[in-house]
């Protein structure tokens, strides 16, 4: 299984920032594309960001463009989502997967989505 543990969500206000983690869990990720999806309450996951293996290629959908930033450290075995300017339509459980990148629209989850970490934003 390709698992993810997802850390550093919280309660921000509006126009705040915030930077998620996810770390692999039980194997190595720099095999592996990465890409964050949310799932805000009562609606379904949606795509957020994509980055490569080598961290050279990323996606965002065109509601976080500009505002949010995808990155990774094969390393660390850890991917990260620092996200600026917060919306509270950004108010959702954040989570990780190893995905399939699929050129200019997105990618697909090769495994379930980790538990994900809250990211609440207040108005």
């Known amino acids: 299984q390709l698992q993810f543990v997802e850390s550093g969500g919280g309660l921000v206000h509006a126009g705040g920032s915030l930077r998620v983690s996810c770390v692999a869990s039980?194997?190595?990720?720099?095999?592996?594309?990465v890409g964050w999806f949310r799932q805000a309450p009562g609606k379904e996951y949606e795509t957020v960001s994509c980055?490569?293996?080598?961290?050279?290629?990323?996606w965002y959908s065109d509601i976080v463009k500009d505002r949010f930033t995808i990155s990774r450290d094969n390393a660390r075995n850890t991917a990260y989502l620092q996200m600026n300017n917060l919306k509270p339509e950004d108010t959702a459980v954040y989570s990780c997967?190893?995905?399939?990148?699929?050129?200019?629209?997105?990618?697909?989850?090769?495994?379930?989505w980790g538990p994900g970490t809250m990211v609440t934003v207040s108005s």
């Open positions: 997967a190893a995905v399939l990148l699929l050129g200019g629209l997105g990618c697909d989850a090769l495994d379930a």
């Open positions: 039980g194997f190595t990720m720099d095999r592996y594309a």
């Open positions: 980055i490569s293996t080598s961290g050279e290629i990323t």
